[in-house]
């Protein structure tokens, strides 16, 4: 029967050590509304006003910059995924920044990790659910734009899909507009505050259009050069369906990139996801004030 294919399949990603595809998992659709997770009490009960994504490397912000009330593990919550990434601790932060309540993730869940597109953007839905109005979503990335040198912050003006899917696709549930627009994904005003304080705050803070690839490879010279062409300014593995998801909801959206390295090509040297760690962490008091201060303005 369907259901023994499906388990055998699950058992094959269970011994590989492999995160369970949701098309192979005994829940066998792409149906949200039976994959919603119970939301601790915790949460609910604290109101968050702003969600913040920590991308590779910034999950230290949480320890830095807020006033933290709790955590909740991801693994405590029933039926959301676990993160697997190097550097991504796999929990929710709670506390304050300037008495703003924010709810933030330290770590987050990637398309390459094996997670439905569903899986990946959960957390957008959690945060939906329990109030969030406005999402902070960051990310390490690579410079395309030749402006940008590596610690360099980069505040999305826009971005371009290429993940050749979109987590909308299937979405079951009422909630949110089915045909987002997406004309403004990334909040113009709120954009026009953090740009006066970079600037009066001398942070050369770069603006630009994030493209998403699925990853993890990282992309060829070839690539890099055709998203160039494209109008992309940086490239990485995220941000993209969070955004989408967030848009949906009618929440408003940052999005701000750590420029951890050269893009394939742009640099004549290898990458690896320990110079994307080891930038990120060099900027880490910087990222923090940038990102705090776009939690007060918001
Ligand atoms: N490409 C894709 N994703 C990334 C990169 C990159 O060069 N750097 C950090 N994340």
Redesign the pocket.
């Known amino acids: 029967s369907t259901l023994d294919r499906s388990s055998a399949a699950s058992d094959v990603y269970k011994r590989q050590g492999l995160a369970i595809p949701l098309s192979h998992s005994n829940n066998e659709s792409n149906d949200h509304a039976m994959i919603l997770p119970k939301i601790p009490q915790e949460l609910t009960d604290f109101k968050p006003e702003i969600g913040l994504i920590l991308g ?1 490397g910034l999950g230290f912000f949480a320890d830095d910059r807020i006033e933290v009330v709790g955590r909740v593990p991801y693994g405590d919550i029933e039926g959301f995924p676990v993160s697997t990434v190097q550097g991504h601790v796999g929990q929710f932060v709670y506390g304050t920044i300037e008495g703003k309540r924010v709810i933030c993730m330290q770590g987050r869940f990637h398309f390459y990790e094996g997670y439905a597109m569903s899986q990946v953007t959960l957390p957008i839905r959690a945060m939906h659910e329990i109030g969030v109005r406005t999402l902070f979503v960051t990310n ?3 410079g395309i734009n030749l402006d940008f040198v590596p610690g360099n912050f980069m505040l999305l003006s826009d971005h371009i899909n290429a993940l050749g899917t979109n987590p909308l696709i299937a979405w079951k549930g009422s909630e949110g507009v089915q045909f987002p627009d997406m004309s403004e994904v990334y909040d113009g005003e709120l954009r026009a505050k953090i740009r006066d304080w970079a600037k009066a705050h001398s942070v050369d803070l770069k603006e630009g259009v994030y493209l998403a ?1 699925t ?1 993890p490879s ?2 060829t010279p070839a690539e890099v050069r055709a998203f160039g062409t494209l109008g992309a300014d940086a ?3 995220s941000t993209v369906p969070e955004a989408i998801v967030a848009r949906k909801f009618g929440m408003r959206v940052i999005g701000i990139s750590c420029i ?2 050269a ?2 090509g742009i640099s004549k040297t290898e ?1 690896t996801h320990e110079e ?1 760690s080891e930038t990120a962490d060099s900027v880490r008091p910087q990222f923090a004030d940038l990102l705090a201060a776009g939690v007060s303005l918001a």
């Open positions: 590779s390490a990335a690579g690839t990853g990282f992309e490239v990485g593995m951890t390295n893009a394939a990458l994307v």
